[in-house]
């Protein structure tokens, strides 16, 4: 049965005496809701980032029209085959190379040269993701309409 009495009328050790000062369970229950939320979504985001799978451009070289030149490095835990997206883009964000590399069983970590032929200088060099073929999820090329993508890799 209720307190006929709100705790802002009785004295404090009245209120205390008949338990009207103590929180309500709702609030600590709730309050308790959000932190166990936040604390699983934290770890998702944790594991869901800290994938088995690093990929860095170490160099890349520009010196022709035509192609660009890329090293890079990849981090895997295993030795499991990878498929490795390369993207080289223009000063305006367009594509200008796009290729799809694989990269064989073996060692943890591996350095590749790639010869990534484009349709124009390029301004920027990176890998788009590196994972196991049938779990590779990149952005597509981004190529102006109408403009084919050049053939994979550059050779003489």
């Given at each position: 049965?209720?307190?006929p009495f709100?705790?802002?009328?009785?004295?404090?050790?009245?209120?205390?005496r008949?338990?009207?000062?103590?929180a309500p369970?709702?609030?600590?229950?709730?309050?308790?809701?959000?932190?166990?939320?936040f604390?699983?979504?934290?770890?998702w985001i944790?594991?869901?980032?800290?994938?088995?799978?690093?990929?860095?451009?170490?160099?890349?070289?520009?010196?022709?029209?035509?192609?660009?030149?890329?090293?890079?490095?990849?981090q895997?835990?295993?030795?499991?085959?990878l498929?490795?997206?390369?993207?080289?883009?223009?000063?305006?964000?367009?594509d200008?190379?796009?290729?799809?590399?694989?990269i064989?069983?073996?060692?943890?970590?591996?350095?590749?040269?790639?010869?990534?032929?484009?349709?124009?200088?390029?301004?920027?060099?990176?890998?788009?993701?590196c994972?196991?073929?049938?779990?590779?999820?990149?952005?597509?090329?981004?190529?102006?309409?109408?403009?084919?993508?050049?053939?994979?890799?550059?050779?003489?």
């Open positions: 049965m209720p307190s709100r705790k802002d009328q009785l004295s404090p050790e009245m209120a205390h008949y338990g009207l000062d103590r369970w709702g609030t600590a229950v709730l309050v308790l809701s959000v932190i166990c939320v604390a699983a979504v934290l770890g944790g594991v869901s980032m800290a994938s088995g799978v690093r990929a860095r451009v170490l160099t890349w070289d520009d010196s022709a029209t035509d192609h660009v030149t890329v090293e890079i490095e990849v895997r835990d295993g030795a499991a085959a498929d490795c997206v390369i993207r080289a883009q223009d000063r305006t964000h367009i200008t190379g796009y290729a799809t590399t694989s064989a069983p073996g060692a943890s970590t591996v350095r590749i040269s790639y010869a990534l032929r484009t349709i124009a200088p390029a301004f920027t060099v990176e890998v788009l993701g994972a196991p073929p049938d779990e590779l999820r990149v952005a597509p090329p981004q190529f102006p309409p109408g403009v084919v993508a050049p053939s994979q890799p550059y050779s003489e």
